[in-house]
């Protein structure tokens, strides 16, 4: 049974885009709040992989979704610097974007600090499984978090094949 079938135990997975937390030069601060979030919702999850910035956010994800997951979820590597490509790496691999869920993180981090609309991060279906990116700083995930909590169970439910409104 794949973990996306209902009644079976939906997997999760996180990847950390972060060049200097990947090469051990400080520790990653957003990787166990979304691992928290995930288990409060009842997610069963693989262990967090932290790689540096650019294709290996690509490879990562690609990884995982051999693993047939639910929801993956990245953090980082959503801003302007150059070496910021998870949108790039995650953007090929997306089936069906689904833009309100990134509109709503968007605003709702807006309305703490206007740098919120310079996040450039996706949301969107690859297979049964739904990948979104979330920005590196803590507050920036637990703003992310916060808008995906009343949506997560009713998006999961309609992509694997769900059909309740």
């Given at each position: 049974m794949s973990a996306c079938e209902p009644n079976s135990v939906r997997k999760a997975g996180v990847v950390i885009a972060s060049t200097r937390a990947a090469a051990g030069i400080y520790a990653d601060e957003t990787?166990?709040?979304?691992?928290?979030?995930?288990?409060?919702?009842?997610?069963?999850?693989?262990?967090?992989l932290v790689v540096p910035d650019g294709e290996p956010v690509?490879?990562?994800?690609?990884?995982?979704l051999t693993q047939d997951p639910a929801v993956v979820i990245t953090s980082g590597g959503t801003g302007l610097s150059p070496d910021d490509k998870t949108p790039e790496m995650t953007l090929p691999l997306l089936d069906r974007e689904i833009?309100?869920?990134?509109?709503?993180i968007r605003r709702a981090g807006a309305a703490k600090t206007?740098?919120?609309m310079l996040s450039r991060g996706h949301a969107g279906a690859a297979g049964k499984t739904f990948i979104i990116n979330l920005p590196g700083?803590?507050?920036?995930?637990?703003?992310g978090l916060a808008v995906l909590d009343p949506v997560i169970g009713h998006l999961c439910e309609q992509m694997e094949g769900s059909h309740g409104h």
């Open positions: 990787g166990p709040i979304i691992l928290d979030w995930l288990n409060e919702h009842g997610f069963e999850t693989f262990p967090t690509g490879a990562a994800l690609r990884a995982l833009p309100g869920i990134m509109e709503g206007p740098m919120a700083s803590p507050k920036g995930v637990m703003d």
